[in-house]
T-cell receptor, first 114, second 110 residues
Framework: GAVVSQHPSWVICKSGTSVKIECRSL??????MFWYRQFPKQSLMLMAT?????????EQGVEKDKFLINHASLTLSTLTVTSAHPEDSSFYIC??????????FGPGTRLLVL | EDQVTQSPEALRLQEGESSSLNCSYT??????LFWYRQDPGKGPEFLFT???AGEEKEKERLKATLTKKESFLHITAPKPEDSATYLC???????????FGTGTSLTVIP
């Protein structure tokens, strides 16, 4: 089946620094990728839709300047959390859509901002 | 308004005790309904895609069914390793966006 990877799997950073998370579709091309955030014992919260070659579409309430998304190629999207603060600590999950329009998820990245 | 509701919120079963999870949805044109399994601290794992009412899919102890209003995930003779949160998502025909339910947390007791 389709495989999506994320890197890093976990990261600890100081408040005020920026963190980049990579999402790759390993065995298929994805024109669309999604970025989600998940709080403990809660369902996925869609942050933005990442489209290859164009600007990301952000959900209401998600700061574009804080969560920078770049879909540089058909297999790579990156999420940069700029000037991270403790409230940004969360589990970030990406997903990619394959040609059948099925959605496959990455393993997630746990971010802890001190 | 497109939405997805899952029930129950949590379910505890004895090993071998079969049961069903429900996913009710309202969407303006269904492109597909997806079931995922999520273990703590991991991304959701794809289980099934259902596209039209009457469709059924099976994988080991799991069977997913679909009607025009809801989907069921049947678990036959569950084992402790089936313990996880099961998520349902609906994709509308109008676009790429997926609508997720809040999940059912399943615990299978040995």
């Amino acid at each position: 089946g389709a495989v999506v990877s994320q890197h890093p799997s976990w990261v600890i950073c100081k408040s005020g620094t920026s963190v980049k998370i990579e999402c790759r579709s390993l065995d298929f091309q994805a024109t669309t990728m999604f970025w989600y955030r998940q709080f403990p014992k809660q369902s996925l919260m869609l942050m933005a839709t990442s489209n290859e070659g164009s600007k990301a579409t952000y959900e209401q309430g998600v700061e574009k300047d804080k969560f920078l998304i770049n879909h540089a190629s058909l297999t790579l999207s990156t999420l940069t959390v700029t000037s991270a603060h403790p409230e940004d600590s969360s589990f970030y999950i990406c997903s990619a859509i394959d040609l059948t329009r099925a959605q496959y998820f990455g393993p997630g990245t746990r971010l802890l901002v001190l | 308004e497109d939405q997805v509701t899952q029930s129950p919120e949590a379910l505890r079963l004895q090993e071998g005790e079969s049961s069903s999870l429900n996913c009710s949805y309202t969407v303006s044109g269904l492109r597909g309904l997806f079931w995922y399994r999520q273990d703590p601290g991991k991304g959701p794992e794809f289980l099934f895609t259902l596209y039209s009412a009457g469709e059924e899919k099976e994988k080991e102890r799991l069977k997913a069914t679909l009607t025009k209003k809801e989907s069921f995930l049947h678990i036959t003779a569950p084992k402790p390793e089936d313990s996880a949160t099961y998520l349902c998502a609906v994709q509308a025909a109008s676009g790429n966006q997926f609508y997720f339910g809040t999940g059912t947390s399943l615990t299978v007791i040995p």
